[in-house]
């Protein structure tokens, strides 16, 4: 397994620009979760596809936020009008029924910082 | 709503000691998971230990144990011979038998004092 990456790290923008982030679950893994964790606080789920189908979205993913997984692979995840409150870690996770309780491996996240 | 509560901001530990990390969750559901995932200073997540609702042994990798009280609704991590690796955020984790998503507490910042 080459593990979860995701791209960019660490990501700076001013409030009201678009941003997007890309993640790249391990090769075969069918399931792909998004997180975002705050400082001080454990990870909130934001939402979870299996293959290319979005099955379930947080109340914490409002209108301006937009994930896609188009090919079953590669996710991204995209803020529109970016506000101080979205600045945060997102982390992405990915599984597959094979593993155990359906383990889910987390990438290294990327770090948003909105100014 | 399934809630995760870790009541100990942060706890410090000698290396070689051991040291006990809390956890207590609320739930309805009758099949669930829990998890205990550490998170290293910039660095990503990554599964220490996991037990099955429905089993009643305890379970254990290499120095990590868990001590899983149902009816309690607890479920602690026991560290053993702490190295100074072991110095991190520990999250405390719930999954749901019919859910995929994780609930996470808060987490616990353990510190390694050589």
């Known amino acids: 397994d080459t593990g979860v990456s995701q791209d960019p790290r660490h990501k700076i923008t001013k409030r009201g620009q678009n941003v997007t982030f890309r993640c790249d679950p391990i090769?075969?893994?069918?399931?792909l979760y998004w997180y975002r964790q705050t400082l001080g606080q454990g990870p909130e789920f934001l939402t979870y596809?299996?293959?290319?189908?979005?099955?379930?979205k947080s109340r914490l993913l409002s209108d301006r936020f937009s994930a896609e997984r188009p090919k079953g692979s590669f996710s991204t995840l995209e803020i529109q009008r970016t506000e101080q409150g979205d600045s945060a870690m997102y982390l992405c996770?990915?599984?597959?029924?094979?593993?155990?309780?359906?383990?889910?491996?987390f990438g290294p996240g990327t770090r948003l910082t909105v100014t | 709503a399934q809630t995760v509560t870790q009541s100990q901001p942060e706890m410090s530990v000698q290396e070689a000691e051991t040291v006990t990390l809390s956890c207590t969750y609320d739930?309805?559901?009758?099949?669930?998971?829990l998890f205990w995932y550490k998170q290293p200073p910039s660095r990503q997540m990554i599964l220490v230990i996991r037990?099955?609702?429905?089993?009643?042994q305890n379970a254990t990798e290499n120095r990590f144990s868990v001590n899983f009280q149902k009816a309690a609704k607890s479920f602690s991590l026991k560290i053993s011979d702490s190295q100074l690796g072991d110095a991190a955020m520990y999250f405390c984790?719930?999954?749901?038998?019919?859910?995929?998503?994780?609930?996470f507490g808060k987490g616990t910042l353990l510190t390694v004092n050589p």
């Open positions: 996770a990915s599984s597959i029924v094979a593993r155990p309780l359906y383990e889910q491996y």
């Open positions: 090769s075969e893994h069918n399931r």
């Open positions: 596809f299996q293959n290319e189908a979005q099955l379930e």
């Open positions: 739930t309805s559901e009758s099949d669930y998971y």
């Open positions: 037990q099955e609702a429905y089993k009643q």
């Open positions: 984790a719930y999954r749901g038998g019919s859910n995929y998503k994780l609930t």
